[in-house]
């Protein structure tokens, strides 16, 4: 089992940069892939990065590619996102994923809470 508890959103203004991060428990975490995606109102969830478990393979949506990075501390047990020129269609809820490497939601068994990104035009 792992447990996945994301932190670091809040509110920017358009062009700026933002940090989230999630926190793993849970003695597999090390084997799992991880991957962030996001939830904009009334829109279906959407893949943005994903990780994997040995940190040396990442990919990206298109529309945050060069612009966001995702990275991974498998001895803190935690997975980031360095947002940079954050665009006011970056708002969304964040989820935090552990699972199967992939881009689709199905592969990823576990889940963290979310946290809300805001960006003002």
């Known amino acids: 089992q792992v447990q996945l508890v994301e932190s670091g959103g809040g509110l920017v203004q358009a062009g700026g940069s933002l940090r989230v991060s999630c926190a793993a428990s849970?003695?597999?975490?090390?084997?799992?892939?991880m991957a962030w995606f996001r939830q904009a109102p009334g829109k279906e969830r959407e893949f943005v990065a994903a990780?994997?478990?040995?940190?040396?393979?990442?990919s990206y949506a298109n529309s945050v590619k060069g612009r966001f990075t995702i990275s991974r501390d498998s001895a803190k047990a935690t997975v980031s996102l360095q947002m940079n020129s954050l665009k006011p269609e970056d708002t969304a809820v964040y989820y935090c994923?552990?699972?199967?490497?992939?881009?689709?939601?199905?592969?990823?068994?576990?889940w963290g809470q979310g946290t809300q990104v805001t960006v003002s035009s």
């Open positions: 849970g003695r597999t975490f090390s084997l799992l892939a």
């Open positions: 990780i994997s478990w040995s940190g040396g393979t990442t």
């Open positions: 994923a552990a699972g199967l490497v992939g881009s689709r939601s199905y592969e990823y068994d576990y």
